[in-house]
């Protein structure tokens, strides 16, 4: 059974740093592009950055320069460094892995930017 789970969520003044982990199980961790999602109140699930199997990243114009993924296969795990973050930035963040026609999501971690 393949499990997503997302820790590292919280309250965090603007300005702030965040680190956000997801660890996988059940699945070969390595042959799956990885991503976080997020999801604001009354809003669609958004994009935010993308981890191919080879480290290639990519990001929203929204996040660039702020947020950093990366991944370590080693661990199963794949990280969103969140920095300088905005009150724009609260949301659900989302876990996901890919690798058509495979798709798994975690459960989320709620991150709050507020002073």
């Known amino acids: 059974q393949v499990q997503l789970v997302e820790s590292g969520g919280g309250l965090v003044q603007p300005g702030g740093s965040l680190r956000l982990s997801c660890v996988a199980s059940g699945m070969i961790f390595s042959v799956f592009t990885m991503a976080w999602y997020r999801q604001a109140p009354g809003k669609q699930r958004r994009l935010v950055a993308t981890?191919?199997?080879?480290?290639?990243?990519n990001y929203a114009d929204s996040v660039k320069g702020r947020f950093t993924i990366s991944r370590d296969n080693a661990k199963n795990t794949v990280y969103l460094q969140m920095d300088s973050l905005k009150p724009e930035d609260t949301a659900i963040y989302y876990c996901?892995?890919?690798?058509?026609?495979?798709?798994?999501w975690g459960q989320g971690t709620q991150v709050t930017v507020s002073s």
């Open positions: 996901n892995a890919d690798r058509l026609p495979l798709r798994y």
């Open positions: 981890i191919t199997t080879r480290g290639i990243t």
